[in-house]
């Protein structure tokens, strides 16, 4: 089976513009994370779907974050406008199900760079 | 609140003897514990997981880890390390009673040396 996709692989963008990640999660996984690690600190847990809805974003720094899954498949991650604090790896996982013990299996990540 | 803790930010051992790499933990109720691995360009792989049960679990690549909660800690180790071996690992922890959201540490990079 397909793993779980994101694009772009990397993007630099100057300060004040608009980026969209994209993040294709493993076909019938209906939970997907966005995780982001700044450099050489933690990976740290932005938001939580399942399907289409939201089930959990504290971890979303602020309104400059948008995330969307309509219908449920696909998600988006915009960011606008960028700051610089906003570089790093934005990570996409997925998971059949909402089982806290269930391993997630992630993207290879998009990495930002704000200049 | 939930946390993890990587001491090391760098482990370096020679091919063919043992490696360990440390995490410890921090949650209100009991843990499930991960461990991922991340090689370059790549996404985090699982590589084992505790949930209840044996203390001592096995995973991918000859891996194993072994949860203490006395010292709530969830250490990662192999008996002998090959040269492919070389990466970043992730320790992540779940809180059973809290949310469904992974808490990572900082991750540690083994490398190991020919």
């Known amino acids: 089976e397909a793993g779980v996709t994101q694009f772009p692989s990397h993007s630099v963008i100057e300060k004040g513009q608009t980026v969209t990640l994209r993040c294709d999660p493993i076909s019938g996984h209906d939970n997907l994370y966005w995780y982001r690690r700044v450099m050489g600190k933690e990976i740290k847990f932005l938001l939580h779907f399942v399907k289409e809805s939201k089930q959990d974003e504290s971890g979303m720094p602020n309104n400059r974050f948008l995330a969307e899954r309509t219908g449920g498949t696909y998600s988006t991650l915009k960011v606008q406008p960028a700051e610089l604090e906003d570089s790093g790896v934005y990570f996409c996982?997925?998971?059949?199900?909402?089982?806290?013990?269930?391993?997630?299996?992630f993207g290879n990540g998009t990495r930002l760079t704000v200049t | 609140a939930q946390s993890v803790a990587q001491p090391e930010d760098q482990v370096n051992v020679a091919e063919g003897n043992p490696l360990t790499v440390k995490c410890t933990y921090s949650v209100s109720g009991n843990p499930y514990l991960f461990w991922y691995v991340q090689y370059p360009n790549r996404g985090l792989q699982f590589l084992l997981k505790y949930i209840t049960g044996d203390n001592l679990v096995k995973g991918s690549y000859g891996f194993e880890a072994e949860f203490n909660k006395s010292q709530t800690s969830f250490h990662l180790k192999k008996p002998s390390a090959l040269v492919s071996d070389s990466a970043l690992y992730f320790c992540?922890?779940?809180?059973?009673?809290?949310?469904?959201?992974?808490?990572f540490g900082t991750g540690t990079r083994l490398t190991v040396i020919p």
């Open positions: 996982a997925s998971s059949q199900n909402s089982g806290k013990n269930s391993p997630l299996h």
């Open positions: 992540a922890v779940r809180d059973i009673t809290g949310a469904n959201n992974l808490f």
